[in-house]
């Protein structure tokens, strides 16, 4: 006797005949996040911010392209880079990649779920049993709770007391010099000074002439 399905691998499999049109993210509190210096996880941040929202399909070479620009003008202080979804990992990679161009930056993550509405349409080719040439697609409304990131960067020192704050990453030293001398020992070359020395050392054959003379 044949186990009967669960509801998911029937809803997995009713899902099979409709296609995704386009997803709607839901407004949190008083505005859209992203929709302005005021709105979303950082609420006081100054009307000069550069706020960057990260798409699914966005490119990260052309928001770090504008980014760096925007940062690299000095009344540009501060910058956010806020993605949900799938766009999370493409965000912590905007972020950190401008770390690196840009050293010094204070770092504030902020974490949260948000809602968004998905709308799905039946695929054309096969239409529902009953449905005439003439009549609409039927179609589906999915929402769901996605996470969703957001991290500021600013130039400006930022309260080290608030979740999610961390400072700006040291400056690195000049330690690739030593490793280049390291690897030159290791190929059996002589580091710098160490030729030198040994050629004012006398050599023994030397030594024992100048005594027999």
């Known amino acids: 006797m044949a186990k009967p399905a669960s509801p998911r691998s029937r809803q997995r499999r009713r899902m099979e005949n409709f296609r995704k049109v386009h997803s709607e993210e839901a407004p949190v509190g ?36 504008f980014a760096t620009a925007s940062m690299a003008q000095p009344a540009t202080r501060t910058i956010v880079f806020s993605g949900c979804g799938r766009a999370t990992t493409k965000t912590v990679t905007c972020a950190e990649i401008l770390k690196r161009r840009l050293a010094g930056l204070h770092q504030v993550t902020r974490l949260r779920y948000r809602s968004v509405r998905e709308v799905w349409q039946s695929l054309p080719p096969e239409p529902t049993p ?66 030198s020395a040994k050629r004012s050392q006398p050599e023994p054959g030397a030594a024992e002439e100048d005594q027999t003379a």
């Open 30 to 65: 008083s505005g859209d996040e992203g929709g302005g210096p005021g709105s979303g996880p950082f609420a006081d941040l100054a009307p000069g911010a550069v706020h960057m929202r990260v798409k699914e399909g966005s490119k990260i070479r052309n928001l770090l392209a």
């Open 130 to 195: 009953g449905q005439k040439p003439g009549e609409p697609a039927a179609s589906l409304s999915v929402l769901k709770n996605v996470p969703s990131l957001a991290i500021l960067l600013s130039k400006d020192s930022l309260d080290p007391r608030q979740p999610g704050y961390q400072p700006p990453s040291p400056h690195p030293g000049p330690s690739s010099q030593p490793a280049a001398s390291t690897s030159k020992r290791s190929l059996g070359e002589p580091a710098a000074g160490e030729g």
